[in-house]
């Protein structure tokens, strides 16, 4: 059987049993393919069965998307909601935490400890993005999203 039958039979297309056939597909005459059209195979246009596919159970996945979202927290409940979108949605946060590190230096402080409890106690991850001056901004993921940093 050549893969071409194959494709065929795994298509649903039904595959002559005409020895003469398999020995002419089967022969050593390598690029050569059998003339015969559609129109000429006595079992075109015949109904076929179709496949049944009842048993098959799809799959869905938990969550279907993930929100990305992008924050400037400005207080301390702006740093719950992340801990809240990180751990409980299970969506990535990306942080711009320059404010509080100009504005407020206690809240910043309590900010990075929040962010090393998540790490510690519930397997999120954080990788810095950017510091800069003017930035300073840090992706936060919970466990079952992967960050990959590459360098």
């Given at each position: 059987m050549t893969v071409l039958d194959?494709?065929?039979?795994?298509?649903?297309?039904?595959?002559d049993e005409d020895p003469r056939y398999q020995s002419r597909n089967n022969s050593s005459n390598r690029g050569?393919?059998?003339?015969?059209?559609?129109?000429q195979n006595p079992n075109y246009g015949s109904a076929r069965p179709r496949p049944d596919f009842d048993d098959v159970e799809p799959i869905i996945p938990e969550q279907s998307f993930y929100e990305i979202v992008l924050m400037r927290p400005r207080t301390i409940d702006d740093v719950n909601y992340v801990v809240d979108q990180v751990i409980e949605e299970k969506n990535p946060v990306i942080l711009d935490l320059s404010f509080l590190e100009n504005e407020s230096p206690a809240n910043f402080k309590l900010a990075g400890d929040k962010i090393r409890q998540m790490r510690n106690h519930y397997g999120a991850q954080a990788l810095l993005l950017s510091r800069t001056s003017e930035k300073n901004l840090i992706v936060l993921s919970p466990k079952k999203v992967k960050l990959v940093k590459k360098v």
């Open positions: 194959m494709i065929k039979k795994s298509l649903g297309f039904e595959l050569y393919s059998s003339p015969r059209s559609p129109r």
